[in-house]
């Protein structure tokens, strides 16, 4: 099985060089060439800012090459698996990989209570009632990774760590408001980090497509705002990048297909672009073989045991609920398809397979300040 991810240069290794710059430990290598900018450059500020879907191909196709973000781009790196937010934010947050967060998509088999769950909501998918189930939330407080580096900034004293986000405590109401409060806090005395984290362009991408007039005139906004933001910053470094990108994609619905249902012992989960099948006892062999005469050319449908061997979703300790939570067969989007059941919404744009589309987020990097580059 190829993994397509990096997991030596992804989302994880550049959380784990924040981590190390504001002396935490770290789980795994970091990135040398971004530990070398904050060793030598010493800001007192260092920022970073995820868009949520924008992926490293969406901005060439969208930006021209002189624009402030693409100019300023590092490099390319990879996110984790799968390309989503669940996974991708926990890992930039924590600098832990999916296999150790237990965080493995946006819907999760939780075995303790037989339920799969919507992992970020708490409620059960498929259920007409949205609200979080007690039991759900106290089995992700159990299980789950999700301490942030901001977190553990704070908790050590030395220096101070800060959240933007548009929902939760003391949300911010619209992105100039999240870019003045960057501003603000970049002026405030100490050293410090700043993880600022934006819905978009995910959200106009799901419902009205990838590369709409309305995604690209909002991503052509985000970048003239963020230079507008870095002319006004001293001493400090922004990283912006992207939790996963984005495709256009043509959905299926498994309950058009009741012979593959019918092999089904409960709901799909993790990903429509990474879809965990749990299957019975006496119809795996009959699975596989429907599956990949209806599906193969769209997917590549792996056992349970390989997704283990293969590390696909990183190294590191294992969650004790990730084998629980895996199903007996994992199949990976490797064409514009997703497969949809049972509480699946219907987008036009998606993301989680395993395209450079979805997968290669942008590392941009900002230097403000004297001696620093893009001053």
């Excluded at 600098?95 to 150790?100: D, I, S, T």
């Excluded at 339920?115 to 939330?137: M, R, V």
């Excluded at 999240?178 to 995910?202: R, V």
């Excluded at 067969?329 to 490797?334: E, G, S, T």
Aim: net charge negative.
């Amino acid at each position: 099985m190829k993994i397509n991810n990096n997991y030596s240069e992804c989302l994880t290794n550049l959380a784990c060089s924040i981590r190390k710059y504001f002396e935490l430990d770290y789980k795994h290598n970091t990135l040398e060439y971004i530990d070398k900018i904050l060793e030598e450059k010493q800001p007192k500020n260092v920022v970073t800012i995820l868009f949520d879907g924008m992926g490293s191909k969406i901005l060439d196709k969208i930006l021209p090459p002189n624009s402030f973000l693409l100019s300023h781009r590092f490099k390319e790196i990879s996110t984790v698996f799968p390309a989503t937010t669940v996974a991708a934010t926990t890992s930039i947050t924590t600098g832990l990989n999916p296999v150790e967060t237990g965080m493995l998509g946006w819907n999760m088999y939780f075995k303790e209570i037989d339920k799969t769950i919507a992992t970020f909501k708490g409620c059960e998918k498929g259920s007409k009632d949205k609200s979080p189930l007690e039991e759900s939330e106290a089995f992700k407080k159990k299980y789950m990774k999700t301490k942030t580096i901001m977190e553990d900034i704070n908790e050590k004293g030395k220096y101070k760590g800060y959240k933007l986000f548009p929902f939760g405590e003391e949300p911010y109401g619209d992105l100039d408001e999240m870019l003045n409060k960057i501003e603000k806090l970049c002026s405030e005395d100490g050293k410090k980090y700043i993880y600022a984290y934006d819905t978009e362009p995910d959200h106009l991408m799901h419902r009205f497509g990838t590369y709409c007039s309305e995604v690209k005139d909002l991503i052509r906004y985000r970048n003239f705002m963020i230079e507008k933001l870095c002319d006004k910053l001293e001493d400090t470094i922004i990283f912006i990048v992207a939790d996963h990108g984005h495709i256009p994609v043509e959905n299926i619905h498994l309950e058009n297909y009741p012979e593959i249902v019918e092999c089904l012992r409960q709901n799909t989960s993790i990903e429509p672009r990474a879809v965990n099948f749990f299957i019975k006892k006496d119809k795996k062999e009959k699975f596989v073989q429907l599956f990949n005469e209806s599906f193969g050319n769209y997917f590549n449908l792996y056992s349970k045991q390989e997704v283990i061997d293969s590390q696909l979703f990183g190294d590191g300790e294992e969650n004790p609920i990730f084998d629980s939570a895996l199903g007996d067969f994992l199949a990976i989007a490797k064409e514009n398809k997703t497969i949809l059941f049972n509480g699946d919404t219907e987008f036009l744009s998606q993301h989680a397979g395993i395209t450079d589309d979805e997968i290669l987020v942008p590392l941009i990097v900002v230097q403000k300040g004297p001696g620093l580059f893009g001053t």
